[in-house]
């Protein structure tokens, strides 16, 4: 996860979080500017162990890609775009899952930056005086 983190170039933070009280998961790449999407992963443990053991061993992670997006009373609410589970034996493809989310967001973050426009300025040339158009 940490290597995700280093090859966004940046662009994303991965946060260790408790899920119980801020309700994603206990690793979530969010983007350094901004607070939308997020990818939450949540270690699952077997029926009885605590999540607070410190000897605990994952049995699979769930994950889910989410937004948050506006709601029509005008607040904001998170909604899931994407979700799975993955056995723990099976982490090579929660790595995969998570790193194709990294690199799609990287990359839309860096086309909107490409996009973002210079201030424009004016140094008044081209304007039109009274009974001129531009086209004349």
């Not at 899952?97 to 973050?109: H, Q, Y």
């Amino acid at each position: 996860m940490q290597r995700i983190e280093q090859h966004s170039q940046g662009r994303l933070i991965l946060l260790y979080e408790d899920p119980e009280t801020f309700g994603a998961g206990h690793f979530v790449l969010h983007p350094l500017h901004g607070s939308s999407p997020r990818f939450a992963i949540e270690e699952k443990y077997p029926p009885g162990v605590d999540w607070a053991d410190e000897d605990r061993v994952p049995v699979s992670w769930t994950w889910a890609s989410e937004a948050r997006l506006p709601q029509p009373d005008g607040s904001w609410t998170w909604v899931t775009l994407a979700e799975g589970e993955v056995a723990s034996a099976d982490y090579e493809t929660l790595l995969h899952i998570t790193g194709g989310w990294a690199d799609a967001l990287g990359e839309l973050i860096a086309r909107e930056e490409a996009l973002t426009a210079d201030p424009i300025s004016d140094d008044g040339a081209g304007r039109s005086e009274p009974g001129r158009t531009f086209l004349t």
